[in-house]
């Protein structure tokens, strides 16, 4: 079961290691509860998941389904 974080839970889809351990942290740090996606499709998983994500940080330029692809799939 996930904690509760009071409608702080934010996505990070993004493919660099580097980027999304330094967002993830940097948000945490914030009190943010972070759920994290190495890729578009990854991303699409975790919004269709029913998690209670407030808000997604999008990388334009992923593999297999890039930013953009994620949005209008949302929308």
Known sequence: ????????LILVAEDEPEVR?????????????????EDGEEALQCLESGMPISAAFLDVMMPKCDGLEVLRAVR
């Open 1 to 8: 079961m996930l904690p509760d974080y009071r409608g702080r």
């Open 21 to 37: 351990n330094y967002l993830e942290m940097a948000l945490r740090c914030e009190g943010y509860g972070v759920e994290t996606a």
